[in-house]
């Protein structure tokens, strides 16, 4: 369907393009005619990666079915959870119909992802689609070619056909904007979907997708990930293209933001890695680190997996149910004859937020600010949180970047000397945030992603297939005396909410590596997995 937009720069307020916005993403769930559900359709997306993509290439399930399917299923998860910008159901149609003919003439799939739909968050360019990055003034801006990592995908054989929401700013661990509003947690609506990843998270969750694309400066995948109880991986930052992203301050290498998937499976995980790498992305964005995705097939069959835990970052103290559940995995583990435990002792973290926090606005937050008030869109509440409220944020000159860079790497150096001091340890074992699913507006702690950001370690979340409950979290908690400011934030949402507030909230811990240790992170976590008793896939659920 065209798409004639409304902007700014063509005179309309900022509440007009807003509601042309809307507008224009519910008649594009209109035109996939959303209906009820057949048995068969369950069975599709039910399915995980591995399996779509297998009964896909055999031509079991043809690839327009497929995609029929997961264009109402995510028009669905948007109206459970509002998460998605627009349907694609033409483009998606017009390329599944293209993979059907091909597999039929060819009697072979296109590529690896023959047929596979896969969801894109808004941000990352579609040729001739908009790119607003969640700023109303923005909306208008058109993409030329897809992005680097789309076209990767497509020559795979992958199908796009949702595109989902993000917050203002980019820069939320939820996601809320004045073009879509807020996407909220699909087991919880008084909770977030996280972000800036958000309506991945959700439409993932929610099964709208079985393998989505998220972007990750200081959380944006896992949190997502994590508070809809599904698998996120950010790896190490050039090693997959961010080539064709949208946001502000292009070019800044103070901190660098990365993409990855997020998946009901980890082999989803694992297969669009593979993928990607296996396109040789380096060969058209050299910045990109030329390496082959290694195969470690029998890493861990002739010594044993050594993985740190990190209880609590000496910052913030995570709630019960974190705490609960990193001592149920950790339990299984040291039973097993495969796993060795120790336990990590944090260095810095409350340092290492104020190096950080100091480096994602290298400008003081002026092109930032300047996206926002050139529409005269409202200010969301984290938005003024994590730029007019930062104080750590410094408009700098050249002098002191480089002074901040430099303390950026002495930090890194630091840490690389405490994991040299940690003998053999392969990974680290640690929340994904001081809680589950936050209530909205209430994401204020980052610490616990952004800190592998701030080293540039990947890290994998993975549900640990539980959720809050009254009955396992609810029990009276000791008086506890805060740390500090962010700590007695953090806890009083605890004390003020308890358990029947987060009720329902999936579980989720983070595995970390060392950089550019991709391969060897997602091998440890087939090991820490299996051992812990843990499934490698989300079994479907009944989101509310």
């Known amino acids: 369907m065209s798409d004639v937009r409304k902007t700014i720069a063509g005179g309309a307020t900022w509440q007009v393009v807003a509601e042309d916005r809307r507008r224009h993403r519910d008649a594009t769930i209109a035109e996939a005619k959303p209906e009820a559900f057949s048995r068969e359709d369950l069975a599709i997306t039910n399915s995980n990666v591995k399996d779509l993509a297998a009964r896909l290439a055999s031509g079991e399930w043809s690839a327009t079915t497929v995609i029929k399917v997961f264009l109402r299923r995510a028009g669905a998860a948007q109206g459970l959870a509002n998460c998605v910008v627009e349907l694609l159901p033409e483009r998606a149609m017009r390329r599944a119909e293209e993979l059907d003919r091909y597999l039929a003439e060819n009697k072979k799939p296109v590529g690896p992802l023959h047929g596979v739909p896969i969801s894109v968050k808004e941000h990352i360019a579609m040729m001739g689609l908009d790119l607003n990055a969640g700023f109303v003034a923005w909306v208008g801006r058109v993409a030329e070619e897809d992005a680097l990592l789309l076209q990767i995908l497509w020559d795979a054989g992958a199908v796009f056909y949702v595109r989902s929401t993000q917050p203002q700013t980019l820069m939320h661990l939820e996601t809320s904007s004045n073009l879509y509003g807020v996407t909220t947690n699909p087991f919880n609506s008084t909770l977030t979907a996280g972000g800036s ?12 997708s079985v393998l989505g694309i998220g972007t990750d400066i200081g959380g944006s995948i896992r949190s997502p990930a994590a508070n809809n109880g599904v698998f996120g991986f950010k790896p190490t930052s050039e090693r997959l293209p961010i080539l064709g992203w949208s946001a502000p ?5 103070a901190i660098l933001g990365t993409i990855g998937p997020l998946s009901t499976s980890l082999e989803g995980v694992k297969l669009f890695m593979k993928t990607v790498v296996g396109g040789k992305p380096w060969l058209k964005s050299p910045n990109l680190v030329a390496m082959d995705w290694r195969d470690t097939t029998g890493l861990f069959s002739e010594r044993r997996l050594k993985v740190a835990v990190m209880w609590d970052d000496e910052v913030v103290k995570p709630h019960p149910p ?3 559940a990193l001592e149920e995995v ?12 120790v336990d990590w002792a944090p260095q810095g973290h409350d340092r290492a937020w104020s190096i950080i926090a100091g480096l994602y606005f290298a400008d003081g937050g002026a092109q930032t600010s300047e996206a926002i ?12 949180w994590i730029v007019q409220e930062n104080p ?16 950026r790497d002495e930090y890194r150096q630091e840490y690389a000397e405490l994991w040299n001091k940690k003998a053999d340890v392969d990974v680290i074992l640690c929340p994904v945030g001081p809680g589950v699913a936050p209530k909205l507006n209430a994401a204020r702690y980052w610490g616990y992603t952004s800190q592998w950001n701030l080293l540039d370690y990947p890290a994998v979340v993975f549900p640990v297939n539980d959720h809050v409950s009254p009955e396992k979290d609810g029990a009276p908690i000791a008086d506890y005396g805060p740390r500090n400011d962010a700590d007695e934030y953090n806890w009083s949402q605890w004390t003020q909410h308890g358990a029947e507030g987060y009720e329902g909230a999936p579980i989720s811990l983070q595995l970390v590596g060392r950089r550019y240790d991709e ?21 479907p659920t009944k989101a509310t």
Not at 330 to 341: A, P, R
Not at 392 to 407: G, I, M, N, Q, R
């Open 392 to 407: 750590h944020l410094k408009k700098h000159d050249v002098t002191s970047l480089w002074s901040a860079c430099a303390e």
């Open 249 to 253: 301050m292009a070019g800044c290498e």
């Open 197 to 208: 990843s958000g309506g991945e998270g959700a439409l993932v969750g929610l099964r709208g």
């Open 322 to 324: 974190i705490s609960r």
């Open 519 to 539: 391969e060897k992170l997602l091998a440890a976590l087939e090991v820490v997995l299996k051992e812990a008793g843990l499934p490698t896939a989300v079994p």
């Open 373 to 384: 008030n050139a529409s005269g869109e409202p200010w969301q509440p984290l938005s003024k």
């Open 330 to 341: 950790v339990g299984e583990l040291e039973k097993s004859q495969n796993v060795e435990i």
